[in-house]
């Protein structure tokens, strides 16, 4: 069994989340190893799976937004791939006030998600953020956030299923910041946030099986205390932190993730066919320093990233 020990450590970021309801979750296309038309989402069990989740963020004392589900875009409940969601560091001294707000937002790679991008900058707009696009309509690098994280200065981006390489290079030029990347091998572990999932600034989960063998050895020696995890247990590293609080796929943990332990309640989103994860649904809006533009990173999905990310978004 694996273990996570955490200090309970009041964190500043990972309280305010942007979902996006499961109203027309289902499997119309295949790109990805683990779905398949045949076996559809049940919706009941979907929605019931979902509710559970917002209200487990919103008893640790969060907050969850909702983005309306367009009815042709079935994967827009994996929130968290709608946009990379930063925030200049407030110097207000009011928590509530916000800094500059930015947002990188997804290029999605297949032409099936790409319906998704244009609400989620109308949604972004309305509440306040300053959008750039890396490429669109399938002219330009591909980038999609599920790749990307703010931590501890820098972002952590992989690349190579989903986000290009060449979208790296993209972000550090119009952020103005840091940027580390690893590239992703495992056709089942498409996302960095599949793969990797950090606690806080000296711990993280790592799937080194997600990577080649050059980016595996990097990303075990960037992180102070890695908890290593194999390739199929890679749904357990998405985590929603509210304040002190951990959650994990819906489930309120006491200052650890116990690796095998776990069980996973959102079967609806997270078993083939659906290869979701808690991260995937939300979408956090955190304050996350990063380096030159210091940044609060909000997570897409159950506002994920640092927070959690199943069908939601992070605001921060």
């Known amino acids: 069994m694996s273990t996570v020990h955490q200090e309970s450590t009041e964190l500043q970021w990972g309280r305010d989340y942007l979902m996006v309801e499961p109203n027309h979750f289902r499997v119309d296309y295949a790109i990805n190893p683990f779905m398949n038309l045949n076996d559809q989402p049940e919706p009941l069990h979907t929605r019931a799976e979902w509710l559970a989740v917002v209200a487990a963020i919103e008893a640790a004392g969060g907050r969850v937004q909702v983005l309306p589900q367009l009815p042709d875009a079935p994967d ?22 916000h800094g500059d707000r930015r947002v990188v937002l997804s290029h999605m790679r297949f032409p099936q998600r790409r319906m998704e991008t244009p ?13 750039k696009a890396i490429g669109r309509y399938g002219v330009g690098a591909h980038f ?26 993209h972000l550090a030029t119009d952020l103005g910041v840091s940027v ?9 572990m498409y996302h ?21 063998d050059a980016s595996a050895a990097a990303l075990l020696a960037l992180v102070t205390e890695p908890t290593e995890f ?21 489930l309120e943990l006491t200052y650890e993730v116990r690796g095998q332990e776990l ?45 959690v990310s199943f069908h939601g978004l992070v605001v921060a």
């Open 76 to 97: 827009m409940v994996y929130a968290m791939n709608l946009g990379l969601a930063l925030e200049s560091a407030n110097d207000a001294g009011d928590p509530d006030a």
């Open 119 to 131: 609400a989620a900058e109308d949604w972004f707009a309305a509440n306040g953020f300053t959008s």
């Open 144 to 169: 999609e956030a599920g790749d990307a994280f703010a931590w501890r200065g820098e972002l952590v981006v992989g690349y190579g299923p989903r986000s290009e390489e060449l979208a790296l290079k």
């Open 180 to 188: 580390r990347g690893f590239r992703i091998t495992h056709p089942g």
């Open 192 to 212: 960095m946030d599949l793969g990797f999932c950090p606690l806080d600034d000296t711990h993280a989960m790592v799937c080194p099986a997600a990577y080649d």
């Open 230 to 250: 194999v390739d199929h247990q890679n749904l357990i590293a998405h985590i929603a932190y509210v304040g002190q609080r951990t959650l994990a796929h819906g």
């Open 263 to 307: 069980g996973d309640p959102l079967d609806e989103f997270t078993l083939p066919p659906r290869r979701g994860t808690i991260h995937h649904h939300t979408h956090w809006l955190t304050d996350v320093p990063c380096r030159r533009y210091e940044c609060e990173q909000f997570g897409v999905g159950l506002l994920a990233h640092q927070s």
